[in-house]
């Protein structure tokens, strides 16, 4: 037996990553992140070699760790995990104070956090594994749950339906698919998808409203991405 879904049997907790170096502030939702030794208590985390913020963790020599809330805003998973550094200032407009190290932490949707200091780094291939020693920490919402993976994926994440049927006449190869009113249309982005049954009451636009009625400053619910980059779904 070989079979990839056993890897759906590990759990994770998800979390806000970040590091800033010369004035340059970055962070992304990473899933790797575990306390590795208790004296000295020590964190690792694996992060991406394409994510930004690897740059500034590595220049810096240091990281910070958000522990989120499962209530979590999606529109903050949407800024720091589906959106670069590179293109967009991710902490305009969100609430995070400056560690001791100059680290931006994340306080929003944030029950606890972590400032490390990068002890030892190992290059996986596609990530690095960094392992920092905890220098600083907080605990803010003794009384609240931390977001798991799972937990995102089946029910923050599920407001998009999955493998919805779709409402769009295939045409014969090549030619383009004509979307309807009823047409539902994917965020390239993040994958979210707008039902025009269900509209998006987050933004006050009510059931029945079709895709191409929706306001031109709608932005996906899960990811801030604007209407251009949504395409009709096909099945
Ligand atoms: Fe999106």
Same mark, same amino acid.
């Given at each position: 037996m070989d079979s990839m879904e056993a890897f759906y049997k590990v759990t994770y907790g998800l979390y806000i990553i970040t590091a800033s170096h010369e004035g340059k502030q970055?962070?992304?939702?990473?899933?790797?992140?575990? &306390?590795v030794t208790?004296?000295?208590? &020590?964190?690792?985390?694996?992060?991406s070699k394409d994510n930004a913020s690897l740059s500034l963790i590595k220049k810096s020599g240091y990281f910070a760790v958000s522990v989120l809330d499962k209530q979590t805003k999606i529109d903050l998973?949407?800024?720091?995990?589906?959106?670069?550094?590179?293109?967009?200032?991710?902490?305009?407009g969100v609430d995070y104070i400056k560690g001791s190290s100059g680290c931006p932490i994340v306080l929003e949707d944030c029950l606890a956090w972590f400032e490390c200091k990068v002890t030892?780094?190992?290059?996986?291939?596609?990530?690095?594994?960094?392992?920092?020693?905890?220098?600083?920490?907080d605990l803010?919402?003794?009384?609240?749950?931390?977001?798991?993976?799972?937990?995102? &994926?089946?029910?923050?994440?599920?407001?998009?339906?999955?493998?919805?049927p779709t409402y769009i006449e295939k045409k014969e190869s090549g030619i383009p698919v004509e979307a309807t009113a009823a047409s539902k249309y994917k965020c390239?982005?993040?994958?979210?998808?707008?039902?025009?049954?269900?509209?998006?009451?987050?933004?006050g636009i009510p059931p029945g409203t079709a895709f191409e009625d929706l306001p031109d400053d709608w932005v996906c619910p899960l990811c801030g991405a604007e209407k251009s980059d949504f395409e009709p779904l096909e099945d």
């Open positions: 970055g962070g992304y939702v990473g899933n790797t992140v575990f &306390q208790a004296d000295p208590p &020590q964190f690792a985390i694996s992060c998973i949407g800024t720091f995990g589906y959106k670069s550094s590179r293109d967009i200032e991710k902490f305009e030892q780094a190992h290059d996986l291939g596609s990530h690095l594994l960094f392992i920092g020693e905890i220098i600083n920490k803010l919402k003794a009384s609240k749950s931390p977001l798991t993976y799972a937990y995102y &994926q089946t029910e923050l994440k599920g407001r998009a339906p999955k493998n919805a390239l982005v993040c994958g979210h998808v707008y039902d025009p049954a269900e509209g998006d009451e987050d933004s």
